[in-house]
């Protein structure tokens, strides 16, 4: 047991100093005799107006930079060693996002939305993340992706979620957000979350191949505090090297990176999953941690089921998911669904 804690408070100590020499430039590819291969950028966009409802979770966006398998001597490489749940021996990937969400009640033109709804609340952030991928053929340890993020932000008005939607609904000459002055205050926010998912992958015929993937991981900070587990399962054609797509937490997990079977291959899929989370804390619900602010009764377990299709052509990835949620408190008004288009591009 001292063991353990030794590797993980060395391991804790590197994710942090990783985050103050995040330099993406620094990455390296594995010697091999493939071509190099700088990186994948990832946009991520989710959003209610989908479905025409602008409520709860309203909207979501990151980008995200994930390098290629980096060589011995980068930093990732030496925590994801330090780490006891990562596999020795793994192809280790780094990443960086820069995300922010927004958060309102179902009625946004009133001035003092009940007390019973979600409150208003913005969060804006940056992510440091590390995984590991370890090969199909590694000894009593499978085909599975180990996954850890450091999210650090703030939650309130410095978020400029008030700023971001009023100007996006001006541009569309959408209702006008008249609640704003009532959101959750500003307070620092801090996430590490851990991912696992195993997959299993067969072939069926003339290239089209199905694959499950179980997954189990948590969240330990002041905006979330989470532990969930769920599945996903997917069917196509020439399946890219990846775990399906990346959602914003909390979410099924996915991967920032993806690689083509062949070079310049087409392949598409179509995939459909579910994440059950037992919540201890959520301060979009709860609100502030050490100031008085608007709350409501949350429900501990939440679900998501989600469903969507996933091209990839050559260096480019494209995703839509159309996702079903349970209700997160006791007075919302209905389960909500969003969707959510990703596009991954390999340079």
């Known amino acids: 047991m001292r063991q353990f804690a030794s590797k993980a408070a060395g391991a804790l100590a590197l994710l ?20 190099t291969e700088h990186g994948t950028i990832t946009v991520l966009f989710e959003n209610d107006v989908f479905y025409r409802t602008d ?11 994930t390098s290629p398998v980096l060589s011995d001597g980068d930093w990732a490489v030496d925590l994801a060693d330090k780490l ?20 309102t009640p179902s009625d946004i033109s009133l001035r003092n939305p009940p007390l019973t709804d979600h409150p208003y609340a913005g ?20 085909d599975r992706l180990d996954q850890l993020q450091l999210q650090f932000g703030v939650v309130g008005p410095d978020s400029l979620a008030e ?7 001006a541009i569309l000459h959408d209702q006008k957000p008249m609640g704003w002055h009532t959101q959750l205050h500003n307070e620092p926010g801090l996430v590490l979350t851990y991912e696992r998912s195993w997959r299993y992958r067969a072939s ?15 969240a330990v ?13 997917r069917i196509g054609f020439d399946l890219p090297d990846d775990f399906g797509p990346q959602r914003v937490d909390p979410s099924l997990p996915g991967s920032y990176y993806f690689e083509p079977q062949h070079a310049g291959a087409f392949g598409a899929y179509a995939f459909a999953g579910v994440d059950g989370r037992a919540v201890g804390r959520n301060i979009f619900l709860d609100g502030n941690t050490w100031q008085a602010s608007r ?5 501990t377990l939440v679900g998501d089921l989600d469903y969507g299709a996933a091209i990839a052509w050559g260096a480019v990835r494209l995703t839509y998911t159309h996702v079903f949620r349970t209700k997160e408190f006791k007075t919302q008004k209905g389960a909500d669904q969003f969707g959510a288009v990703s596009l991954s591009v390999r340079y």
């Not at 969060?123 to 499978?142: E, F, I, N, Q, S």
């Not at 700023?163 to 609904?169: D, E």
């Not at 069926?204 to 948590?218: A, I, R, T």
Request: avoid cysteine; glycine fraction near 14%; hydrophobic fraction near 35%.
């Open 16 to 35: 942090v100093v990783g985050a103050v020499n995040a330099v993406p430039g620094s990455a390296h590819a594995a010697a091999d005799d493939t071509p």
């Open 55 to 65: 409520r709860d979770y309203s909207n979501g966006v990151q980008i995200a930079w």
């Open 84 to 103: 006891p749940f990562f596999s020795s021996g793994s192809e280790v990937r780094k990443s960086y996002a820069l995300g922010q969400d927004i958060f």
């Open 123 to 142: 969060y804006l952030y940056g992510a440091l993340g590390v995984m590991g991928k370890t090969p199909a053929d590694t000894p009593g340890d499978g």
């Open 163 to 169: 700023q971001t939607q009023k100007f996006v609904h």
């Open 204 to 218: 069926v015929f003339d290239g089209l191949q199905v694959e499950g993937s179980p997954h189990v991981g948590g």
């Open 221 to 233: 900070g002041n905006v979330y505090d989470f532990a969930n587990a769920g599945a996903e399962a």
């Open 295 to 299: 709350h409501v009764d949350k429900n």
